[in-house]
């Protein structure tokens, strides 16, 4: 398959993924026997990976750290094929951390991150680095990133006329990417994320209309593709070539952990490539599958035969 133009340019969050899974019950205020992983994560640095491994040119424009974790997650970033020459390491900061307890059907229970090393990713840094946004194919940004910085990077993006993708990385972050919508090529996001993006929307149906309803409130405001996912009902997908519903693959959860980044990175890597809407969705939820099957964050040997072997 021919590549696109250009490189993807992905700014966002990186950080070390610790996810813990009970063998029993869980109780408040006490522990409980389990199985505890640590990965490299970040919803910016999964996307750039997961692109990567497909086969995409990816420059990534991240903070980390100058400790162990930091150098960990610069060097397997780099081996997975992500040019790592733009990550700012900052001295006497700790690199970024994902807490995650699932539960016994490997559901996320409750999560904590720590991504404050993100906030020294400041407008004058991306300024500084505007050339990268010249001749990308697409600006991928998650809203780890400070608001004056996701900002920037519209602004940048505009002037050299590449496509912006973005996700809202948790509810309580969606608000940053509101002011920003009409701006915007995709989203890829949860259905309690589209409420905290749209606060006066209350989709009128349920189950898997809903979603489709609330990816078309999406593009009624402006971004051109909006996919919005639920655990039960799959995803909804909307813009100009139609909408539509795709259900929720049957597979077994060993994790969930970097799903939705998968799906993200495959479906911009489906359109890119010039590959329909709803054949670029179906390739996200085959992504989305075999990483809820991996014990990790991203899966090692993804490729596009994979994804599609998953259609199978």
Known sequence: ????????????SAGLDIVGRPRDQLRPGSSAPGQLRSSLGGVGRNVAENLARLGTEVVL???VGDDA???????QTAEAGVDIGHVLSVPGQETGAYLAVLDGVG???LALDDMRVIEMLTPEFVRERRDLFQGAAAVILDANLPPRTIAACLALAQRAHA??????????????LTPHLKDLWLIACSEAEVEALCSSFAAPRAGRERTIDCARRLVSLGVEVAIVTTPDFGLGY???????????MQTEI??????????????????LNDIPLDEAV??????????LRWRGSVVPDLSLERLYAGLR
């Open 238 to 248: 909307a813009g100009a070539e139609g909408s539509g519903h795709v259900p929720a």
């Open 69 to 75: 974790e930091g150098k960990r997650l610069l060097n």
């Open 107 to 109: 559901s996320l229970h």
């Open 163 to 176: 496509h912006v993708a973005a996700d809202p990385a948790s509810v309580g972050l969606a608000p940053r």
């Open 61 to 63: 424009i991240t903070a």
């Open 282 to 291: 179906r390739l996200g939820v085959s992504a989305a599958a075999l990483t």
């Open 254 to 271: 060993v994790d969930p952990t970097g799903a939705g980044d998968a799906l993200t990175a495959a479906v911009i890597f489906g359109l």
């Open 1 to 12: 398959m021919s590549q696109p133009h250009g490189h993807v340019l992905v700014i966002g």
